[in-house]
C-alpha cells in the first residue's frame, strides 16, 4: 500500500466520527442556543469528535474491522455523553 492509499484509509475511518460530532454538535449549539451562549462551537466539536474517534478506534481494536453497529451505535452514545458533560455540566 502506497502513502495516497494509506491517507485515504486512514481519512474513511475518521471520517463517520467527525462527521457525527460536527452534525451532533451544530444541532446541540442551535437547539440550545440560550443555554450553551458561553461554550463555542469548536469546543463542543473538539471534545465530540475526540469521543467519536476513540470509540471508532476502539471498535476496530474490540471487533477486528470498521463498521460494525455496535461501534456506530457506542459513538452516538459517546458523543451525547461527551457533547452533555462540556455543555451543560457545571462544576460546584
Known sequence: MNFVAAFWHVVNLLAPG???ALIAAAATKLLW???LRPVGLLRLWGW???VCV???LAGLMIFGRD???ATYA???AGCALALWVVGFWRRG
Open 33 to 35: 442556543h440560550a443555554e
Open 54 to 56: 476513540g470509540v471508532t
Open 48 to 50: 465530540a469528535a475526540l
Open 67 to 69: 463498521g460494525r453497529m
Open 18 to 20: 467527525l462527521g457525527v
Open 74 to 76: 457506542a459513538m452516538v
